[in-house]
């Protein structure tokens, strides 16, 4: 079993920055590949970067490419999101994710992905 709690999120005005984390237990941390997803009110969960075992690659989406960075500290079993340049279309609930089994595929596919936080919620104001 693996827990993935989430700290970070709050109000923050366009343009601002924000670093997320997420602690997660488990022994092997190490070599799961992790991701980040977030939910806006009335839309579905979106994929927004993710980042293998060894953190020596990432993937992100379009729509945050260039303004967030996703990192690792695997001593540390936690996984960050830096969010700079905020814009109000990126406000939602955001969360992490673990797939354990990392060598699978990069990026994993949604359904890759067995444990998920409870979520933290980012607010950005125009």
């Known amino acids: 079993q693996v827990q993935l709690v989430e700290s970070g999120g709050g109000l923050v005005q366009t343009g601002g920055s924000l670093r997320l984390s997420c602690a997660a237990s488990?022994?092997?941390?190490?070599?799961?590949?992790m991701g980040w997803f977030r939910q806006a009110p009335g839309k579905q969960r979106e994929f927004v970067a993710a980042?293998?075992?060894?953190?020596?690659?990432?993937y992100y989406a379009d729509s945050v490419k260039g303004r967030f960075t996703i990192s690792r500290d695997n001593a540390k079993n936690s996984v960050y999101l830096q969010m700079n340049s905020l814009k109000p279309e990126d406000t939602a609930v955001y969360y992490c994710?673990?797939?354990?089994?990392?060598?699978?595929?990069?990026?994993?596919?949604?359904?890759?992905?067995?444990?998920w936080g409870q979520g933290t919620q980012v607010t950005v104001s125009s």
């Open positions: 994710a673990a797939d354990t089994i990392g060598f699978r595929r990069f990026p994993p596919i949604y359904n890759d992905y067995e444990y």
């Open positions: 488990g022994r092997t941390f190490s070599s799961y590949t």
């Open positions: 980042i293998r075992w060894s953190g020596g690659d990432t």
